[in-house]
């Protein structure tokens, strides 16, 4: 799963503050004052949440640009190793719109690679030169 969404959040932190009679603030009026920062989000390859905080909105909208850059230039999160053992299984769970005589045509195929390759290559991404 590529990033493909970075959420920007305030983070609040610290004590609620007390108006003046020691009774809580309303929520509406936290972000004037109680400490806070500002948070960025996001879900990478291996389905994990990362996150990161900033000082400033700013800081985080520009963070938060970057890491779109990333994923529209094509250099998101680099996926999990996987064998080749995993990649067929999951190929085969996941290719749930073929025939019968396709899907025994496709675990056929999938069975000769593992036994010629061993099932427990790890795949990789091949750059393009």
């Known amino acids: 799963m590529a990033t493909t969404k970075v959420g920007i959040y305030r983070s609040y932190y610290g004590s609620i503050p007390k108006d003046s009679s020691g009774k809580p603030v309303p929520k509406s009026e936290w972000p004037n004052k109680r400490p806070h920062s500002w948070v960025l989000r996001w879900f990478g390859y291996d389905g994990q949440r990362y996150s990161r905080s900033c000082e400033t909105r700013k800081e985080a ?22 064998t080749l053992k995993e990649f067929g299984e999951m190929y085969l769970r ?16 999938v069975r000769f690679l593992r036994e010629q390759l061993g099932e427990h290559r790890p795949l990789q991404r091949r750059d393009s030169a």
Request: aromatic share 0%; net charge neutral; glycine share 2%.
């Open 61 to 82: 909208e520009r963070l938060a640009e970057e890491k779109q850059q990333d994923v529209r230039s094509g250099r998101p999160d680099e996926p999990k190793k996987v």
């Open 94 to 109: 996941i290719r749930t719109d073929l025939t019968q005589r396709c899907r025994e045509e496709h675990e056929r195929t």
